[in-house]
């Protein structure tokens, strides 16, 4: 089964699939390597782990593209692509949706802000109209080429209009062909538990640590009927942590060991990074 197909299917079990992003190939492989069975490449993630900003629009197509063709070589999981806000109008959206399924997106997010976007549970996002972003999801249906393909549409409207406009928003774009609907940064447990009641549509849950939404547990979620749990960056988060960590106590003491508990072992990182296949490739061919 195509990783397109298992996606659909896991999406629509509504079980809350937790998913980790990734924001580089080996974040992509640690994610694979501990079971999960779906991987989100974040662009909040990448501008930060790319460029070194904030995010707020700084990223473009051309590197989450190459990002993305970069984890579907490293991993075999089902890979739900953040586009921003597709990087312009509908016609734009149409040319991002062709080029992350060429890439090897299995599912295409993409959201109503104005651009440039920022992030979700910062302060100050605009909208654009709702005619707008309905005629941008329609022409994302209308780009993919394989109708596996999914489609996410995000709504930031919860936190310019309320919820129950950005619940209006997410209906919209359900009849307009989105396959998930993701509303952003809502911010009671009551509206959480309230969204799966008011839309049949698969959604996901996006869990933001620090975030303005309250942190439910994945299991608790599926269990109110969100097709997926997202975590977009723990990963980078424990990653900037484990930096901060090991570098500080180089800093310190001017050595660090394999056996100071705060870095992975040689042996390790090898693995993770395919090295013995690697090896026995070169031996094949040798």
Known sequence: MSTRKQLKQR??????????????ALSARL????GFEAIYITGAGVTNMWFGMPDQGFMGLAEIAEHTARIRDAVELPLLVD????FGNALNVYHTVR??????????????????????HFSGKEVISTQEAVGKIKAAVDARRDPDLLIMARTD???VHGFEAAVERAQRFAEAGADILFV???TTAEEIRALPQRLATPQLMNMVIGGKTPIFNAEELGALGFGIVLYANAALQGAVMGMQQALGVLRDTGEITESSGLVTPFAERQRLVGKPDWDALEQRYA
Do not use: W
């Not at 999406?11 to 580089?24: C, D, E, I, S, T």
């Not at 080029?99 to 979700?120: N, S």
């Open 83 to 86: 586009a921003d806000t597709g």
């Open 157 to 159: 409207a919860a936190a």
């Open 31 to 34: 994610v694979a390597d501990l």
């Open 99 to 120: 080029t992350l399924e060429r890439a090897g997106a299995d599912c295409i997010q993409l959201e109503d802000q104005v651009a440039p976007k920022r992030c979700g």
């Open 184 to 186: 952003e940064a809502v």
């Open 11 to 24: 999406v629509a079990a509504k079980r809350g699939l937790l998913v980790p992003g990734a924001f580089n």
